[in-house]
């Protein structure tokens, strides 16, 4: 099945399945559960209501440009592969969640934005990937990673995220990851040769720094409890 939303609202209930996707204007709505097994393109519109958008093992949804696109109350599951390609930002809003075991690849600095009712939650299980140029945020969110965060290129901006790290976070030479409001690391580790900004406590991380410089440029001391620190030879810290 090909689906291609251009205007207007398509709400369903159920579980469907759909092989493509070209949603570039209106909404998908509903409260069911919509499956895309293998080439999906969201260049605006939005994704509303209480059901689930699911993202299957091996197929790849692309946000691209185009326009105004908001994930206003409903789930989106990547199981595959989310490629946010766009130059737009995402409107993330009414408690809306993404639920991410696969890759979630952020080639733009385009921002995860909520500007209404509930929060939103971003929770990591799989891999998310910072690849483009430019600064990215994540604003006014929970985001929970208990995957792998790899930071490598641009920067990676927490402003005013709750939740828990208790994955993998490496930085590359040159990365940034940035939370002005606060990151607590809570287990998993911390590694790479990039700069680590704002104001960051670990209390559960391993930090490790096998060759390079990681750089912690902080706004407040750096908390660390009884856990390990590796610095490779010829590696600073």
Do not use: C
């Not at 989310?82 to 408690?95: H, K, P, Y």
Request: hydrophobic share 35%; aromatic share 4%; no cysteine.
């Amino acid at each position: 099945t090909q689906l291609a939303i251009a205007g207007g609202t398509l709400t369903g209930s159920g579980d469907k399945s759909i092989a493509t996707l070209n949603l570039s204007a209106g909404a998908l709505s509903g409260t069911g559960n919509v499956t895309l097994t293998g080439a999906g393109t969201w260049s605006a519109g939005s994704l509303n209501g209480a059901g689930t958008f699911t993202v299957n093992p091996g197929a790849t949804l692309t946000i691209a440009d185009g326009g105004v696109k908001a994930l206003s109350g409903s789930t989106l599951n990547n199981l595959g592969t989310t490629v946010l390609s766009s130059a737009d930002n995402v409107q993330f809003n009414e408690g809306a969640r993404i639920n991410s075991s696969g890759l979630f690849d952020f080639r733009s600095d385009a921002d995860l934005a909520y500007t209404s009712g509930a929060a939103p939650t971003f929770t990591n299980t799989g891999t998310l990937l910072k690849s483009g140029s430019g600064t990215t945020t994540l604003q006014n969110l929970t985001f929970n990673n208990s995957g792998a965060l790899n930071i490598a290129t641009g920067e990676m901006r927490l402003a005013n995220a709750a939740g828990r790290q208790t994955g993998a976070i490496d930085v590359a030479s040159g990365a940034t990851p940035a939370a002005p409001g606060g990151l607590v690391l809570t287990g998993g580790s911390l590694s790479g040769a990039g700069t680590v900004t704002g104001n960051l406590t670990n209390s559960g991380a391993t930090v490790r720094v096998d060759a390079g410089t990681l750089t912690l440029d902080l706004v407040s001391p750096y908390t660390q409890t009884a856990r390990t620190t590796h610095v490779g030879a010829g590696a600073t810290m």
